[in-house]
């Protein structure tokens, strides 16, 4: 189930990269912590 779960918000992210949207996925892609981009592990 976690794998699953997983899985499919890494497949979300990588759909936010191309086409970001008004979302918090996509606001977390956008976002930075001393001046460095949060990692798909960290935004999951």
């Known amino acids: 189930m976690v794998g699953e779960l997983y899985a499919y918000f ?10 970001p949207a ?3 996925i996509s ?3 956008q976002a930075s912590v001393n001046g460095e ?3 798909e592990e960290e935004i999951v």
């Open 37 to 39: 981009s949060l990692t």
């Open 10 to 19: 890494k497949e979300i992210i990588a759909l936010k990269k191309t086409e």
């Open 27 to 29: 606001v977390l892609l």
């Open 22 to 24: 008004d979302d918090m």
